[in-house]
């Protein structure tokens, strides 16, 4: 098993910039990605950023390319996401998520291991 704890939403004003932190703890061994969704109220989750365990090939969906980054401190079993000029269509709950195969990475079904969810509110 994987847990996963979340932290770092939060309400911001258009423009703003927030950052996710995302811990992952218990058996990481056969973790190959560590990705972000994004679910809207009445909307499915979707995919927002994924990076290899460890570190390296980032990618994004194109609604936060050039303003959205992740990253990973090895040392800490930690990802992170990085938000910046924030828009109100980024309000959501935003999920960190583990995943144990190479293949379909965008897919929130090819993720095994969920966190528990943090509230991203951007106004206006």
């Known amino acids: 098993q994987v847990q996963l704890v979340e932290s770092g939403g939060g309400l911001v004003e258009a423009g703003g910039s927030l950052r996710l932190s995302c811990a992952a703890s218990?058996?990481?061994?056969?973790?190959?990605?560590m990705g972000w969704f994004r679910q809207a109220p009445g909307k499915e989750r979707v995919f927002v950023a994924t990076?290899?365990?460890?570190?390296?090939?980032?990618y994004y969906a194109d609604s936060v390319k050039g303003r959205f980054t992740i990253s990973k401190d090895n040392a800490k079993n930690t990802v992170y996401l990085q938000m910046n000029s924030l828009k109100p269509e980024d309000t959501a709950v935003y999920y960190c998520?583990?995943?144990?195969?190479?293949?379909?990475?965008?897919?929130?079904?090819?993720?095994?291991?969920w966190g528990q969810g943090t509230q991203v509110t951007v106004s206006s």
């Open positions: 998520a583990a995943s144990q195969t190479t293949g379909g990475i965008y897919y929130y079904q090819r993720y095994h291991y």
């Open positions: 218990g058996r990481t061994l056969g973790v190959y990605y």
């Open positions: 990076i290899r365990w460890s570190g390296e090939n980032q």
